[in-house]
Each structure stands twice: as C-alpha cells, then as structure tokens.
C-alpha cells in the first residue's frame, strides 16, 4: 500500500479512497463470478434475425449489457528533498474542461449492436453525478466509431465515468470451402481498404511520450519495415498474392503463432518499482496496485507490432496486434478486435482477436472473419499444415459469451491515458496533470430476457 500527501500535510490511504468510490456504484453494475454462472444458461433471443451469407453461419445469439468505468484519482504531487525525505508538491486539480472518449464496436464478425439504442454515460465528479449526451465520430482513416463527452469541472481531484453499451454476440461457423474459391479484388471496399493502414496501429500518440518515461525520451512512430520485412522472409520474396486471400491469412497465422512466444499475461499494472522511479524523477506517483484478483486494473501492457516481432514474446493481446498488422503487410484488410468475456475472470476477463476481410464481388460482400490466434497456440498450429482445417480460424463456439468493446487499446487520435493504454482516451485545452492515478473496470450482464424465450 502507498500513501500520497493531502494539501495539509496528512498522508492519504488510495486505497481507501477507491473502495469508497466503488461502493458507490449500484450493485447491478459489479458483475460476479456466481452471476456469470447462473446466466450461462439462461435463453438465447431465438427471435433475433442472424444474417446469413455463404462464408459464414451465425447461431447461439446473446445480448449483453456492457459496463465500463474509469476512475482518475489526482494525487498531490510529491518529491525527493536532498535528504531523500517525501516533500509535498503544490495541490492540484484537473482542469476546468474535460473530454472523455471511449470506443464503440456497431458491428464485428461476431456482434452488432443498434446505432439507434442510446448509449448511457454517467459522470461522477467528487461524488457528484453528471449526465451528458456524447457525440459519435469516427476515427479518421478508419471504420471505427468513437463516443466523445465534454464537461466542464471545477476544482476537481477524483473522477469516475461509466459508460453503458449494448450488443449482440453469437457464433460462427466457417465454410473454408466456399471461402477458399474467393480470389484477390481488383479493390477492396471503402470499409475494408480503411483497414489496410496503417499497418501497425499506434498505441500512444508518438509526440506525447507516457508520463512515465524520463524527461526528454523521444518516443518514436512505429517502424512499419518490421513487419514488411517478416512478411518477405516468410514468403521467401515472392508475392504472397500468390496463396489466396484465406489461405494466406491461414499461413501467416501460424507463423506469427511460431515467432512469438506468449506469456499469457494481459491486464497487468506496472510493478511497485515503478513508484520509486516516479519519485526520483519526479514524475508523480503513478499506479502500483494491481487490483487484478479483483476485477480492477491500471490497464494493459500491450506493445506495438514492431515491438512485438523484436522481442518475440508477449501477451496474447500483443500476439493479436502482430497478426492484425502482418496480414495488412500482406494486403488483407485486418482489425484487431477486444471484447469483455461474461465467463471469464483475472486476465482472461479481456480478450482478442483479428478479424480480416473477404469480398465476394460478384455479390459485393464483405465478410469480416475471426481469428483467434490464442487459442490457435494453444492447440499447436504449424505453417506446415495451413491447408488444414483448424477450428477457432474462423469457427468459434466461444464468442456468443464475448461483448466486442473496441478496434484500438488506444484512441487513434491525440488522446492520452495515465502509464498505460486502457481503451479510453482523455484530454484537454490545458495541460493534464502527471499525477494521476488510473483505474480501470468492466462488468458484463445478459440483457432482460423476454418472457416467451425458450431455453436452448
């Protein structure tokens, strides 16, 4: 436990000051391992309209309820004297106008959700409740909608928002056969070519360095040869426009699954040391509690597909990344995709995916198709056997538990988080505080089941 230094010299307990924020939340909203069990067989909508297309069958329908909240706490500033004793900083507040931007996921390979259903965001500010309409943009260059919310503040130290969304996810069966008689498109469709760059997505904006980098770290733009080059040696210089579009996704698959090895950790916090080095250079105090046990989190260590493909290991979120941008290199449109998992709980609670593009022209359709590259390691694919059929490369039978929530683990735009990327984006016509504490959570529910639903 670390303490930080109240205007008046006494020490404060964050922790404490969490939990009081979080028993402020209706219990409606804090989902449990028991809830997550008894709604495992509640009824499906069997009155829900699947879409229906030749490459992939859709059943087994849900609908969620999707809660996500963050918490911004503002800590007094605080440093090392000369001899090494904790001094307190001046007292802060966040500035007076605020913008919150937070993702939306209408449609997946698995999910939709309708553009028409509001999407309900409340504002807490020192324990007072805010109520504000956002306004839908798209990411530029992109298919990806984003809710934007403003608010004017006032001398304001602790924040809390919670915004509410709710889609409909289902299974997915491949039919590879039928995939595999599609060929490369003279051009894809405007939705699927906004995919195809950049090829690695940013996680930060490259000229705002995170807060806890050291002062005068340049923190530069991905490096796109990486993966370029990746693909090349995997294709041994030849054009991988040579497989078709499914087949070459398949091959490239296994090999990320092969250059890569997975350490399986993904909602994580940066360690207590963290809070050593903040001190001493004086930063702030940054987040050190890992509330994973929990169901709280500072955010997710995730790394750029360059990064990724350097050091050849990661987290699942980063195996993801690195297949989303090695199938653009290759020229199939490709989005990573994270979604909030009802039955899972710790790390497993988040997970993700790629999703890439096929177009059938001659019904001018697209398909978007999931891969789950995790699963894929888990059961051992090898790129010597790409022609096979492998389940979770397309068929799933695990997403109808899965509410998508995001293309980005970071807004594609000049939005900022504290130490790490954690979906949401925030910013400011003044400069934001260094001294902000993060917290991050999420909580998934069926939604209300119509009385003449059958069971499955």
Do not use: C
């Amino acid at each position: 436990m670390y303490l930080s230094i109240h205007p008046k010299g006494t020490p404060v307990n964050h922790l404490a000051v969490l939990l009081s924020l979080i028993l402020t939340i209706p219990m409606g909203i804090l989902a449990t391992n028991a809830d997550a069990q008894s709604r495992k067989n509640n009824p499906s909508d069997l009155d829900i309209e699947l879409p229906e297309n030749p490459y992939l069958s859709y059943y087994r329908p849900r609908e969620w309820v999707v809660h996500q909240t963050v918490y911004l706490l503002l800590s007094q500033n605080v440093y090392l004297d000369r001899n090494f004793s904790i001094q307190a900083g001046k007292s802060e507040v966040f500035p007076e106008d605020i913008e919150f931007v937070y993702p939306l996921v209408y449609n997946s390979a698995a999910s939709w959700s309708d553009p028409t259903e509001k999407i309900l965001g409340t504002f807490y500010v020192n324990g007072r409740q805010l109520t504000v309409d956002p306004v839908i943009r798209y990411a530029p260059q992109t298919n990806a909608p984003y809710s934007i919310w403003n608010f004017n503040l006032r001398n304001a130290r602790v924040l809390r928002f919670t915004m509410t969304t709710y889609t409909t996810s289902v299974d997915t069966i491949f039919h590879e056969k039928e995939a595999l008689k599609l060929t490369w498109p003279d051009e894809w469709p405007t939705e699927a070519k906004a995919y195809l760059t950049p090829i690695i997505d940013s996680i930060g904006t490259p000229t705002s360095p995170p807060i806890t980098a050291p002062r005068g770290t340049v923190v530069t733009a991905p490096d796109e040869s990486v993966i370029t080059d990746l693909v090349d040696l995997w294709t041994d210089g030849n054009d991988p426009k040579q497989l078709s579009p499914v087949l070459l996704a398949k091959y490239l698959t296994a090999k990320v699954v092969e250059h890569i090895y997975s350490n399986d950790r993904s909602l994580v916090v940066p360690t207590t040391s963290g809070f050593n080095n903040s001190l001493a250079n004086n930063q702030g105090v940054g987040t050190t509690r890992n509330f994973g046990r929990s169901g709280f989190y500072a955010g997710f260590e995730v790394r750029t597909a360059d990064q990724a493909a350097r050091s050849k290991r990661g987290s699942r979120h980063d195996m993801t990344i690195l297949l989303t941008a090695v199938l653009r290199a290759a020229g199939i449109p490709a989005r990573s995709v994270i979604g909030i998992d009802n039955e899972e709980s710790g790390d497993d609670r988040v997970q993700s995916w790629t999703e890439f593009a096929l177009y059938d022209k001659d019904l001018d359709l697209l398909v978007w198709v999931p891969i789950d590259i995790d699963e894929l390691r888990g059961r051992g694919i090898r790129s010597s056997r790409y022609k096979d059929k492998w389940k979770f490369f397309g068929t799933s039978d695990r997403l109808h538990t899965i509410a998508p929530v995001s293309f980005y683990f970071h807004p594609p735009a000049a939005y900022q988080s504290f130490e790490v990327p954690a979906l949401y984006g925030i910013r400011s016509t003044e400069p934001l505080s260094r001294f902000v504490e993060q917290i991050i959570t999420f909580s998934i529910s069926r939604k209300t089941v119509r009385g003449d639903d059958k069971k499955d």
